[in-house]
């Protein structure tokens, strides 16, 4: 018999009777039938021979002898073809699944990173110039002629760089472009801003990743999602101004560019305040920190501006702003306290927030032990609180119960109250018509891409964007380092696996891989999803696991996939490890996460683990050498106090 399949209303009620059925079924086979001018999928059940089924099989029942019998019933409709079908999102897996999957994964990235490290043949300048021939304009072009498809990366942060640690650059060309020559090790920021550890101790070159990914210093200003070009000019000029430019045909774009400080609209912010982003950010932080107790030092200085210059405000209670927070006070009341003894009654540190507690993404009994921590070795911690404007000497804050503005004199202001789309990003969003639906007009700084289960972004082709500048759109996931470099692995297996993103959406089918050998393939044909009508496959007699699949996922891949073909099963899963915030005084706050379960440490032993996890987490063991010997030096000679 032959059962074609069609959309119906009833899909629901059919789920059910197909996962019941499906105990004990046997394997029933499926085929992709062609019709004039379209496809149509027909899962074939197979029953016994009889001498009946024999003879020559019709799609439609012959009439029956006997008139007075029942009809015979109507054979299914075609499916239809006009109609839009959506995935289901993935349901989330249990945590131990995740975690075993990861490693298995984890051993395949080792695999493509030893093979690279015993090959000696890093190309040079000359090799660079040969990808390149003039453009229009003057502007220089990618050969498009190369051999290996183009991978373009965009960004060196956590996404962009995980991603370039793992493809495999003997199957692909890569180019990454980026203003920023290297990969930063960004929580440990705070420590860089008051000398606890030295800056060089966070970067990673990014041609020291993968010397053999070509890397352009430059700034990607608008993509081309149609042509699938990326417009780029140089980050650094000739002593003349000129900045060269050039454009970038590739095959697959990885937009990984992150985000910028977010100043919400409030006046003076970008003029007067300090933000904690790049190396450059807490170089200046850092200067400014010596400088304003060399000024309170300088004889004639008023006690008025002894206050106001020695006080040290952070807006922003999230972790960066935190961290930041505990910090400074332990470099103020260990280290400047021996140097400038007679300036301690001056200094003070505030931390404001807006919300009614702090680190709101840790559990109630961690917030109120971080403020406990603060309130114990000094800091000021004011709650409910909203800045509205920042001035050269002084603040305006607004309390949230009673809408009284009050000014605040200060010395140094640390903004840390989240971040706001690039340019790139906003024009993206701008351009691809259906990423209309996830942003909003009025406001344009929350603008992220969204993308699909598979970090495909949503209505652009052969594109995928990580980290801060994405958004999953049926599973919202938190801005962190944790999570962008997670997806920058998972995006670099995909791509070293063979598979073609295609249009991203959950109305396409997942990313595609074709056997070479089948030649030319449709594989727009393969892409397109048709409707599952899980009442037609529940009246199977023989369902196999592929039938139970489409049914619960939604997916006609699942029943249309021909030898040779394959689509890609695995979707992105994040493995969160848990969240940990430093809070000063050696101490710190660690919310473990395991199992589907949570751990939560305060104190000197979550400081420990604080920092096991950091030196572990560094990119390279020249890192966490580095990184270890500045915590020694900073131990046993206290912090440096120069300033040049």
């Not at 999928?41 to 020559?56: F, G, I, M, N």
């Not at 897996?93 to 030893?114: N, Y």
């Not at 101490?587 to 683990?609: I, M, R």
């Amino acid at each position: 018999m032959h059962a074609t399949v069609q959309h119906t209303a009833s899909r629901q009620q059919a789920t059910a009777s197909v996962c019941t059925r499906a105990r004990g079924s046997v394997a029933a086979p499926a085929r992709l039938a062609h019709g004039p001018g379209r496809q149509r999928l027909v899962v074939v059940a197979t029953a016994a021979p009889t001498k009946e089924s024999s003879k020559p099989k019709v799609e439609a029942a012959a009439p029956a002898k006997d008139s007075s019998a029942a009809p015979a019933a109507p054979v299914p409709a075609p499916v239809i073809e006009d109609e839009t079908v959506e995935l289901a999102w993935p349901a989330p897996r249990p945590w131990a699944e995740v975690f075993l999957s990861k490693i298995v994964d984890t051993v395949e990235d080792v695999s493509v990173i030893a093979r690279r490290t015993y090959n000696n043949n890093v190309p040079g300048i000359e090799a660079i110039d040969r990808l390149f021939r003039a453009g229009k304009g003057g502007r220089l072009k990618l050969k498009k002629e190369t051999q290996k498809p183009v991978v373009l990366v965009l960004g060196t942060g956590w996404g962009a760089h995980s991603l370039v640690k793992v493809i495999d650059v003997e199957q692909f060309e890569v180019v990454v472009v980026s203003p920023r020559n290297h990969f930063l090790f960004t929580p440990m920021l705070p420590s860089t801003a008051v000398g606890t550890v030295e800056f060089r101790s966070l970067l990673e070159p990014i041609r020291t990743s993968n010397p053999f990914a070509t890397y352009l210093e430059a700034s990607c200003e608008k993509i081309d999602p149609d042509k699938k070009v990326a417009y780029c000019t140089a980050a650094v000029a000739f002593e003349d101004g000129r900045r060269p430019q050039f454009e970038i045909e590739y095959d697959m774009v990885v937009v990984a560019v992150g985000e910028q400080p977010a100043t919400f609209g409030v006046p003076g912010v970008a003029e007067h305040c300090y933000f904690m982003k790049e190396v450059s950010d807490t170089v200046e932080l850092r200067k400014r920190t010596q400088q304003s107790f060399e000024l309170a030092a300088l004889p004639g200085t008023s006690e008025e501006d002894r206050r106001r210059v020695l006080h040290f405000v952070v807006v922003g209670g999230g972790p960066t702003g935190v961290e930041f927070a505990g910090t400074l006070n332990d470099f103020v009341r260990v280290d400047l306290a021996k140097k400038y003894p007679e300036l301690m009654p001056f200094v003070t540190v505030s931390l404001y927030q807006s919300a009614q507690s702090i680190l709101t993404q840790f559990s109630g009994s961690l917030q109120q032990r971080a403020i406990q921590n603060f309130k114990a070795t000094g800091v000021e911690v004011v709650l409910g609180v909203q800045v509205t404007g920042v001035e050269r000497d002084f603040i305006k804050i607004k309390s949230k119960a009673s809408d009284e503005v009050q000014t605040v004199p200060y010395g140094l202001c640390v903004w840390s109250t989240g971040n706001a789309a690039r340019p790139l990003v906003r024009d993206l969003v701008q351009t691809l018509p259906r990423q209309a639906k996830f942003s909003n007009p009025a406001r344009p700084a929350a603008s992220k891409l969204g993308v699909d289960p598979y970090l495909r972004v949503v209505g652009a082709r052969d594109m995928i964007a990580l980290g801060d500048c994405s958004m999953m759109l049926g599973n919202r996931l938190p801005a962190t380092a944790q999570v962008a470099g997670q997806q920058g692995a998972y995006v670099a297996r995909m791509i070293n696996r063979g598979y073609s993103m295609g249009l991203g959406g959950l109305d396409t089918s997942p990313p595609v891989k074709v056997d070479p050998a089948l030649g030319e393939v449709d594989t727009e044909g393969l892409r397109k999803l048709h409707p599952v009508d899980a009442a037609a496959i529940s009246q199977q007699p023989k369902l196999t696991e592929m039938d139970l699949q489409a049914v619960l996922n939604n997916d006609s891949t699942y029943l249309q996939s021909p030898a040779g073909v394959s689509y890609y099963r695995k979707p992105f899963e994040f493995l969160s490890l848990g969240i940990m915030a430093y809070v000063g005084n050696d101490k710190a706050l660690t919310q473990v996460e395991a199992f589907d379960t949570s751990l939560n440490v305060y104190g000197s032993l979550a400081f420990l683990l604080w920092r096991s996890v950091y030196i572990t987490k560094q990119v390279s063991f020249r890192n966490r050498v580095l990184i270890l010997f500045d915590w020694m030096k900073a131990r046993v000679f206290g912090r440096d106090l120069s300033q040049f």
